[in-house]
């Protein structure tokens, strides 16, 4: 880092040397190393992004190695997140976006399965409510973002308000905007732009973000969609909206490149998770975490010496009890 009287010069990982305004290095953190991280200057291509992991990670024994290695993430993030309770400085927010069938349910549940559940929680964003659209559309995310010493999952996101709505144009002439047939790119644009604000500056007030786009391909959303129907057990996850939604891959497709490409920052990155197994995703998306938490160094609160004393002298009185 060079500080150069004028602004602050960063190169972070792969990602190409930028520059940023004064104080902004003491907002951002380095996100840990991934081929599948988004990079901040546009070039993300969608259609280069794999949908399967690396062909030596796939198979029978890669699943063991693959599930062995997640339940070691998960152990280390339970206790990483115990420290991150007790400092009481940063809360963690995890951004999950996908198409149907990826596994963001399970990957959630499978993350967080060794976590307490008072130090975390989970939200998901369905259609709005008249009340959330007499309101911008970050209002209502802004009531669920997690506390200092939390960390919040998003399974579905402010990211809608780019995505499922620009596929769905009524659903934008529905939130009752000072322009009501506002359209086109800058649109967009302009809700990247405010995202990306919003998130700089839940970053410069402790809130450490990390965004995953599950990158399912479509036939292997025809092959689970197919199993939900097929499976007795799994009917109950099949929705046949979701097929009307995948009659429109492309649209959303072109979204959500616009949308990466837009809003993957140094403060809030987005990775592009190989989502075609299942195994595979959980590991990567797990290690992220880990090493991201691992990253802030978080430590228990030290205690005074005068607090010492006294926890000693009450302590002479409990064991004597």
């Known amino acids: 880092m060079v500080d150069d009287g004028a602004c602050v010069r960063f190169a972070v990982g792969a990602w190409p040397r930028q520059r940023y305004p004064r104080g902004m290095a003491r907002i951002l953190f380095t996100p840990p190393?991934?081929?599948?991280q988004v990079p901040t200057d546009g070039s993300f291509r969608i259609?280069?992004?794999?949908?399967?992991?690396?062909?030596?990670?796939?198979?029978?024994?890669?699943?063991?190695?693959n599930q062995k290695a997640l339940k070691e993430h998960v152990k280390v993030i339970s206790e990483l997140q115990e420290r991150l309770y007790a400092a009481d400085r940063h809360?963690?927010?995890?951004?999950?976006q996908a198409m149907d069938?990826?596994?963001?349910?399970?990957?959630?549940?499978?993350?967080?399965?060794?976590?307490?559940?008072?130090?975390?929680?989970?939200?998901?964003?369905?259609?709005?409510?008249?009340?959330?659209?007499?309101h911008d559309f970050?209002?209502?995310?802004?009531?669920?973002?997690?506390?200092?010493?939390?960390?919040?999952?998003?399974?579905?996101?402010?990211?809608?308000?780019?995505?499922?709505?620009?596929?769905?144009?009524?659903?934008?002439e529905a939130q009752n905007l000072p322009t009501p047939k506002a359209?086109?790119?800058?649109?967009?644009?302009?809700?990247?732009?405010?995202?990306?604000?919003?998130?700089?500056?839940?970053?410069?007030?402790?809130?450490?973000?990390?965004k995953f786009f599950l990158n399912v391909s479509k036939e292997e959303q025809r092959v689970r969609l197919l199993a939900r129907i097929d499976e007795p057990d799994s009917n109950w996850k099949f929705d046949p909206r979701d097929l009307r939604e995948r009659a429109l891959w492309p649209q959303y497709m072109h979204a959500f490149e616009d949308t990466l490409r837009s809003?993957?920052?140094?403060?809030?990155?987005?990775?592009?998770?190989?989502?075609?197994?299942?195994?595979?995703?959980?590991?990567?998306?797990?290690?992220?975490?880990?090493?991201?938490?691992?990253?802030?160094?978080?430590k228990f609160p030290k205690v005074s010496s005068e607090q010492l004393a006294e926890m000693k002298r009450l302590r002479e009185v409990l064991a004597a009890e």
Not at 183 to 206: M, T, Y
Not at 278 to 296: C, Q, S
Request: aromatic residues 8%.
């Open 33 to 36: 190393t991934s081929e599948y």
């Open 47 to 65: 259609r280069k992004a794999p949908t399967k992991p690396p062909k030596d990670m796939r198979g029978d024994d890669a699943k063991k190695e």
């Open 91 to 96: 809360s963690v927010l995890l951004v999950f």
């Open 101 to 134: 069938a990826a596994g963001k349910d399970g990957t959630i549940r499978a993350l967080l399965s060794g976590v307490n559940p008072a130090g975390c929680n989970v939200q998901s964003f369905k259609s709005p409510s008249s009340k959330e659209l007499d």
């Open 138 to 172: 970050l209002w209502r995310v802004s009531q669920a973002l997690p506390e200092r010493g939390r960390i919040g999952v998003f399974n579905r996101s402010h990211y809608e308000e780019v995505l499922a709505v620009r596929v769905h144009p009524p659903y934008l």
């Open 183 to 210: 359209s086109g790119a800058d649109v967009w644009k302009h809700r990247h732009e405010s995202i990306n604000e919003f998130e700089k500056h839940l970053a410069r007030n402790g809130t450490v973000i990390l």
């Open 263 to 298: 809003t993957s920052t140094p403060w809030a990155p987005w990775y592009a998770i190989p989502a075609d197994d299942k195994a595979f995703m959980r590991r990567e998306i797990a290690r992220l975490v880990r090493e991201t938490m691992e990253g802030l160094k978080l």
